[in-house]
């Protein structure tokens, strides 16, 4: 799938690579700039290259060192571009929204706060129209008429009714006539298309124009005037033009920056003077520029260094001609400085000059008249940030000029600039990674992959075949992962994903290889539970098997080590039920017994005791134990007459006998016996009765009880007056339930979003998260959440720091987020880091933290998407050993190529299986010694079962690098 090259060479200018799917421009220089990349179209004056270059395809044969010379008109990719304080935004000619620079609010839009120095695409929309940037905060317009906003929003800037900061685009409001849009510091004025002004922000200055020195949140009619045509915001005032030319302005004047002869502010808009042919205003922060339809320039406002041009300090507080010519087109005010252009295309600039952002290649602090920049005639649009300059030049290509210390300048790097330079046409066909693949049955697979930043315009293409070449059945999707059908039974299928982006792709890559399983093959798991840094599962035979952290014995085989692997725990098969807690774990039998082991320096585990237990050891003798859950050193339980039981510790009250005093028994809380379900948090408790009443105890420092309050309660609680709630989860400082009508509510602390209400504001009682009905079930973790729809997909929601949200990536979700396509969750567990599915077939996956091995995929490796955890049988039990084991050699391990087996007596056959319990390969040795090509397996556990004479059976894990 090698992509055809085409080498046209355009004599002393630059060279072009034309592939099959677009055209790359090589070492392109202009007015003696650094050579950069630009990936732009060619319009060729001729029709003889296009054709050849059209006809180019993966099977064409295309003459090598052709080379010819034509003459063509380059179009670059920028359509309209804003420069705010410390950040920059555009939209391409593709109607894609780009950003990059200082995104300490999320201005940017990418739905981060982290800083980019290159810009990347925001979003996949492709139906941008217009964009302005403020200090900390983007407004932007689509081809729809609609008006979106993002970033700082302490003073109501966004316009979305809120003063939350925004990290992704929100829409304001449903309107769909918005036509231009102005911001600078704090406040945003717009037009819609029938005339009328609208405006919202701070408004300290009366900088809104409504008559008030009112905050407004949400957009706000200024007069009734149907006239305006163009608008302007500086640091605290605003400037606009009506139809009739005449020019208006209102807001601070303590420069005399609005032009109306004094200093005094305005708080409505006031006409400037009687003049009727302006025809565009730009404000920086106190100071005024405007241009005249006869071409003529003017300045007023404070002048310090010299921004208003004049070639004094002077402040003028009316609009002062500048100059005789008649030539100015265009104009773009900075903070202490302007930028302007003439009809013939030069480039013009005064003012402030520190870090050389004027482009004159000096550092000289203030220049006071237009001086020229360079000799280019190229410069059509300007536009002026704080301290930084963007210029688009009539190639559509950007030049940049300035500060950069927060990468505004695009560049990738930090470095200011004191001459212009070129930045090119961003591309966002970058390679995929972190490939996976998930449930796989003996006809169907998902494979996915870590989504592209910035996602491609065209989304992804993908192959899959039985054969390891490249190549097979071709398909595109627009998501980061494939559903393929129509597969084969107990069959190795090979794929690769590239990127698409329209005219170009990125190289194909192998996302790794799968075995599909053999028909009407099922897993093993029945359960999973997870704590802090350790899991418990129960098999369906009803096997105990424990993974992760160890240093307290909390895994109960006997050590502290801890495993990355599920090992199974005494060979019991009627496990009912386990509970992973801080450092601490408890299970219950069929037979009703509960049984606790790992750390008891609080009395956890009931024993009576504050000894560890490294194996799971029997509380008390009663048989009639059904529920059980635990949360930070503390155990609850019901017994199946519906009394409630706990013990442990108890600082805040979480056991809920009315004192703050540890216990190692269990003890009885209260009288009642409708209890139904128990669960709990940090040192939060929540359960459920029979009449579907919602209870809580214990700490309340973030009103996860729901109370109301923020104080901690010692006895069972009663939340509100529902009757209907049908599940409850606790995170750390959390609280998620479901109604039996189907409705989902949070509350608590909602710093990282695991309330799912789209905001990081705490909730002090149970707020409805949505309107959908269909929730079934519901897990909460530290700071996440995960939700089961009655249709069987999986939700997740809130930090994502560590992957624990599967999605494939570590951004922190504030709403409910589809997790994969799989509609066959039958269960899941949120862990306090960690997150665990097993589907219908009975396959067990995780994601998250895994620094001790508690995914249990074999690695210490953190998981950012859902990975298959082995399902080994009696005649599969893992061996930990890796390599002699009675003059068994199985080498090298990890492996990267070939896996070489050895024995003493001769090796019958060896048989490979994946960490899903899938047959991956069977190979006869019949020698004593045998190798294994590992070459083509995807990285991962495997389990190499030696069959040799004698009966001799042995399963080794083995990783593959």
Not at 68 to 76: E, H, K, Q, V
Not at 567 to 594: C, E
Request: hydrophobic share 35%; charged share 15%.
């Amino acid at each position: 799938m090698k992509k055809k090259l085409l080498m046209i060479v355009l004599t002393g200018l630059f060279s072009i690579m034309a592939f099959a799917g677009g055209l790359y421009i090589k070492n392109f220089k202009t007015n003696g700039s650094d050579s950069i990349d630009h990936d732009v179209t060619l319009q060729p004056k001729t029709n003889k290259i296009p054709k050849l270059i059209d006809g180019l395809s993966q099977d064409s044969s295309t003459p090598e060192g052709f080379l010819t010379t034509f003459s063509t008109t380059i179009i670059g990719c920028w359509q309209s571009f804003s420069a705010g304080s410390g950040h920059s935004a555009g939209i391409k000619t593709d109607g894609t929204l780009w950003a990059w620079g200082n995104n300490m609010y999320g201005q940017l839009g990418d739905g981060t706060t982290v800083g980019r120095n290159v810009p990347i695409q925001i979003g996949t929309a492709n139906n941008w129209l217009k964009i302005d940037g403020a200090s900390n905060y983007t407004v932007a317009i689509k081809t729809d008429g609609t008006l979106w906003s993002w970033g700082m929003n302490t003073y109501g800037e966004l316009g979305d009714g809120t003063t939350i900061d925004r990290s992704s685009p929100v829409q304001i409001g449903i309107a769909t006539n918005w036509q231009s849009i102005s911001t600078r510091s704090s406040h945003t004025l717009a037009i819609k298309t029938d005339g009328t002004l609208w405006a919202w922000g701070r408004n300290f200055n009366g900088q809104l124009g409504d008559g008030t020195n009112t905050d407004r949140n949400t957009p706000t009619q200024i007069g009734t005037a149907t006239d305006w045509v163009s608008i302007a915001t500086g640091a605290n005032y605003t400037l606009a033009i009506k139809s009739n030319g005449t020019l208006w302005a209102w807001g601070g004047n303590f420069y005399g920056q609005l032009g109306d002869g004094t200093t005094n502010d305005k708080g409505v808009p006031t006409q400037i003077g009687t003049a009727t042919n302006w025809k565009s205003v730009d404000a920086g922060n106190q100071h005024s520029l405007g241009l005249k339809t006869d071409g003529t320039l003017w300045t007023w406002g404070v002048n310090e260094f010299g921004q208003l041009g004049d070639g004094t300090t002077t402040d003028r507080n009316i609009p002062t001609q500048l100059g005789l010519e008649t030539n100015w087109l265009n104009i773009s005010a900075g903070l202490f400085f302007s930028f302007a252009s003439k009809a013939d295309g030069t480039l013009w600039a005064w003012g402030q000059n520190a870090q050389g952002r004027l482009g004159t290649g000096s550092t000289t602090s203030i220049i006071t008249a237009p001086t020229q920049i360079g000799s280019s005639t190229d410069n059509m649009q300007i536009s002026a940030g704080d301290h930084h300059i963007l210029v688009k030049k009539d190639d559509g290509f950007l030049k940049v000029c300035g500060a950069n210390n927060y990468g505004q300048l695009g560049d990738d790097t930090n470095n200011s600039r004191n001459t212009f330079a070129d930045i090119g046409c961003p591309s966002n066909c970058t390679i995929p990674t972190q490939f996976s693949t998930t449930g796989i049955t003996s006809t169907m697979a998902t494979i996915g992959w870590a989504a592209s930043t910035p996602v491609p315009n065209g989304g992804y293409v993908y192959l899959y075949s039985t054969n390891s070449i490249v190549g097979g059945i071709e398909a595109s999707t627009l998501s980061a992962t494939a559903n393929l059908s129509n597969l084969l039974s107990n069959t190795t299928y090979y794929w690769w994903v590239a990127s698409h982006c329209g005219s170009s792709q990125s190289d194909w890559v192998q996302g790794g290889s799968f075995t599909t399983l053999p028909t009407n093959a099922t897993g093993c798991w029945q359960s999973v539970n997870s704590g802090y840094f350790h899991s418990l599962g129960i098999k369906t035979d009803g096997t105990l098997w424990t993974w992760g952290r160890n240093n307290f014995g909390q895994l109960g085989d006997g050590t502290t080590n801890s495993k990355n692997t599920p090992i199974q725990i005494g060979s019991t098969t009627n496990w009912k039920n386990v509970a992973a807690g801080y450092f601490h774990s408890v299970g219950l039998k069929a037979d009703g017994t509960l049984w606790a082991w790992g750390r008891n320096s609080y009395g956890q585990l009931g024993d009576g005791t504050t000894t560890d237990r490294t194996i799971p050891t029997q509380i008390g003798t009663a048989t009639d134990w059904i529920s059980i859950a635990t949360g930070i050193d503390y155990t609850l339980a019901i017994k199946s007459n519906g009394t409630l039981w706990a013990w442990g510790y108890n600082q805040t009250g979480q056991l809920g006998d009315n004192t703050t005093i540890n216990k190692t028994v269990p003890i009885q809380i209260g009288t009642e016996n409708n209890w139904k379900m128990i669960t709990s948090g940090g040192v939060s408790t929540f359960a459920i009765k029979s009449n579907g009443t919602l209870w809580a105890w214990g700490d309340n420092q973030s009103g996860q009880l729901g109370d109301g309050t923020t104080i901690e309660k010692t006895t069972p609680t009663l939340i509100g007056t529902a009757t209907n709630w049908k599940d409850i989860a606790a995170g750390s400082l959390h609280s998620v339930g479901i109604k039996t009508d189907g409705t989902l509510w949070a509350w608590g602390r909602n710093e990282f979003g695991p309330l799912g209400d789209g905001t990081t504001i705490d909730k002090y009682i149970p707020t409805q998260i949505g309107t959908a009905t269909d929730w079934q079930s519901i897990e909460a973790g530290f700071e996440h959440s995960i939700g089961l729809k009655t249709n069987g997909t999986l939700w997740a929601w809130g930090d994502n720091i560590l992957g624990e949200l599967g999605d494939g990536t570590t951004t922190n979700r504030h709403v409910p987020t589809l997790i994969g396509s799989a509609t066959n969750v039958q269960s899941f567990i949120a862990g306090m880091f960690n997150t665990f599915v097993i589907n219908t077939n009975g396959f067990l996956s995780g994601c998250g933290y895994n620094s001790y091995g508690q995914v249990g995929d074999g690695t210490s490796i953190q998981k950012t998407i859902f990975t298959p955890i082995v399902c080994s049988t009696s005649s599969l039990a893992v061996q930990e050993i890796s390599a002699k084991t009675n003059q068994l050699n199985v080498y090298p391990n990890p492996v990267k190529d070939i896996l070489t087996i050895s024995y003493d007596q001769k090796i019958l056959f060896v048989t490979v299986y994946n960490a899903a319990g899938q047959l991956v390969l069977t190979k006869a040795i019949n020698d004593t010694k045998g190798t294994i090509d590992a070459s083509g397996f995807v990285s991962g556990v495997y389990l190499v079962k030696i069959n040799a004479v004698n009966d001799f059976v042995k399963t080794v894990k083995v990783i593959k690098r």
